[in-house]
């Protein structure tokens, strides 16, 4: 089964600052999606970015980029810019072939942004 | 704007008691998931339906049964609630392809005492 492992169970960014979460994942399946979502005080999961496995371009959405390293099994979060609203859970996902395509998810990193 | 929508934001149940969370989405989608989040955890998959009645047990589904009688609307039951039950349970939906991401409802707070 595959696993997601996140190896920060918190981390803190100075405003303005950029920071870098991990993710790292086992997995025997060569074609699968990788996701990180966030998770703010309301408790609303948001999709934050995602990356296909087969795509060796990083994917970027404006402040949020990620380090995809599929040989190593790595998939960092860098937020750049820390904004006060940044806050919150950060959750890394995989989600795998098969019918089920049910996502799998980390343990999660609190983020703390610090003014 | 597209929703997923959980019937109860928080919830006090007495040890014993049946417990019904409800969750409608109105996007259409054929997947509907039901997670548990707990501190130190993360989420962890209790049941999983991929189109009407159907169901496929999750990681963590002792406990719980659920119900999908219509494509908008999965039910998480708690036969007989637990304090160990108690937790912050999420609903998410999606389309099946695998690359597009799960829009989640708002959480269940559930406590039982």
């Known amino acids: 089964a595959q696993t997601v492992t996140q190896s920060q169970p918190e981390m803190s960014v100075q405003e303005a600052e950029t920071v870098t979460l991990s993710c790292t994942y086992d997995?025997?399946?060569?074609?699968?999606?990788l996701f990180w979502y966030k998770q703010p005080p309301s408790r609303q999961m948001i999709l934050v970015i995602r990356q296909e496995a087969y795509k060796q371009q990083n994917a970027t959405e404006n402040r949020f980029s990620v380090n995809f390293q599929k040989a190593a099994k790595s998939f960092s979060l860098k937020i750049s810019d820390s904004q006060l609203g940044d806050a919150a859970m950060y959750f890394c996902?995989?989600?795998?072939?098969?019918?089920?395509?049910?996502?799998?998810f980390g343990k999660g990193t609190k983020l703390t942004v610090n003014p | 704007d597209v929703k997923v929508t959980q019937s109860s934001r928080y919830l006090v149940k007495r040890t014993g008691e049946k417990v019904f969370l409800e969750c409608v989405q109105d996007m259409d989608h054929e997947n509907m998931f039901w997670y548990r989040q707990d501190p130190g955890l993360g989420l962890r998959l209790i049941y999983f339906?991929?189109?009407?009645?159907?169901?496929e047990k999750g990681d963590i589904p002792e406990g719980y049964s659920v119900s999908r009688e219509k494509k908008e609307r999965f039910s998480l039951i708690l036969e007989s609630a637990s304090t160990n039950q108690t937790s912050m349970y999420l609903c998410a939906s999606s389309l099946p392809a695998r690359g597009v991401g799960y829009t989640f409802g708002s959480g269940t707070r559930l406590t039982v005492v």
């Open positions: 339906s991929y189109d009407v009645k159907m169901k």
């Open positions: 996902a995989y989600r795998g072939q098969g019918g089920s395509e049910k996502l799998v």
């Open positions: 997995t025997s399946e060569s074609d699968y999606y």
